[in-house]
């Protein structure tokens, strides 16, 4: 009997659901099977289970598979409840006493970025975007700092398949420009929103990594016009990076 073969159904599962989550592209079930070295024909019927149950899902219309909704929403729930959720939570309030403006941590997903986490601002004037908000990728800072996290092909690909919406005069409705700003994000290392989502709202964001420099969420700030000049919040964004690192070990320290 091969070794292979004494592998539990359930974990092979989760070494397939692992590989993808390794992998920085779609993979089709061949592709997978070669990492695994599992039966062929075992590693087909799982991608197919997990696809229906709406773990994976295609790219396009093609082979390949990549995760899903559920799967995402999986990883995000085992963070949020994890003791990763404490540490992330005490940097937050760190950034927050720093800055004086409400913090976020936000994460890509399907509709958007979504608020998984935020400390509030103690200003009682202040924008609420409460957890659990969508905002759309091309008019937010936290938005545009995953579009440019992306390889260039990739980044492309991804602004083509948008719709930009116009949100406020200042919106990007043009790919070319919104390309342009996403190549200069990706050099300098960090996003702004001047007023592109909400007229009379300024946003400021860098992105959060893995071990393998792979995007994992955006650290972002936000505050109204009247309190916060772009001038002088980029003079924040040492803070923001020395946190992003900072959450990067929290979140991936295997202590």
Not at 80 to 97: K, P
Not at 228 to 244: F, P
């Amino acid at each position: 009997m091969a070794e292979t073969d004494r592998i539990p159904t359930n974990l092979r599962t989760l070494m397939i659901l692992e590989v993808l989550g390794r992998s920085d592209r779609a993979m089709s079930a061949t592709e997978i099977n070669t990492a695994l070295g599992l039966p062929k024909q075992t590693v087909h019927r799982l991608c197919a289970t997990l696809e229906q149950t709406g773990f994976l899902t295609r790219q396009g219309n093609s082979r390949r598979f990549q995760v899903a909704r559920r799967l995402r929403e999986l990883g995000a729930g085992l963070l949020y409840n994890s003791r990763d959720h404490i540490a992330r939570r005490q940097i937050l309030l760190d950034v927050a006493d720093q800055i004086g403006e409400t913090v976020n941590y936000v994460v890509p997903e399907d509709a958007g970025m979504s608020y998984l986490d935020r400390v509030e601002t103690d200003w009682a004037f202040r924008i609420q975007l409460p957890i659990g908000t969508h905002v759309p990728f091309h008019c937010t800072a936290s938005g545009k700092s995953f579009l440019a996290s992306l390889a260039p092909a990739a980044r492309r690909k991804c602004v083509a398949s948008l719709t930009l919406q116009r949100m406020t005069p200042a919106t990007h409705t043009s790919q070319d420009t919104l390309l342009d700003e996403l190549e200069l994000i990706a050099s300098r290392g960090y996003a702004f929103d001047e007023e592109e989502f909400l007229e009379g709202m300024v946003a400021m964001a860098v992105p959060v990594k893995d071990p393998a420099g792979r995007f994992v969420a955006a650290l972002a700030y936000h505050g109204p016009t009247q309190r916060v000049v772009l001038a002088e919040a980029v003079k924040q964004v040492d803070v923001l990076h020395t946190a992003a690192k900072r959450l990067s070990v929290a979140l991936f320290s295997e202590h």
